[in-house]
């Protein structure tokens, strides 16, 4: 019992001072928005790499995950936690990055037919497991199934993101978790 009071005094001493970090970031202290940038940049990339599936890009998305945070650090208010505010972030730019690449509707109509080749998923070195076979879904099923599968987002918090339908969301979520059964299961 006294190790459970112990890790509660931890964590509450570690979101404090995260708190203060955050505020000090908010006031401009460069130091301290680099405290946070070293805490959440491993865990935003590899958000950023399940949703665009591509390493490069990934890193791209990062970055300006990272400079966005930077211009509107500001508008975090504390109602929620600092990561699970950060992630919503970094899922809004990762899908309004897809939608601005030129080739947004080729790359959605052709990764709809075939999905990722295994060649180009096979470069994503630093990925393991079920991340390779999440890389090689098709774009959208991929960005559904990252989304409410891995972060914990609803149906209906998705379609609001991705401009679908609910019913549209469960169907390529669906489509994915077949997908991911049929591919695990022939490996």
Known sequence: MLVNAEQAFSQTQTAQ???QIIEKAQQGDQDAFYVLYQTHV???YALCLRLVADPAQ???VTQEVFVQLWQKIHSFDGQSQFSTWLHRVASNIAISYLRKQKNWIQRVV???DAGMEHEQAAQCQELNGLDKLIVRLPERARQVFVLHAVEGYRHEEI????NMAVGSSKS???RARGLLKEWYENE
Do not use: I
């Not at 379609?159 to 991705?162: G, N, S, V």
């Open 17 to 19: 001072q995260e708190l």
């Open 42 to 44: 491993k865990r935003v």
């Open 58 to 60: 990934a890193e791209d």
């Open 110 to 112: 052709s990764s709809e």
């Open 159 to 162: 379609a609001q993101m991705m």
């Open 172 to 174: 390529q979520y669906h």
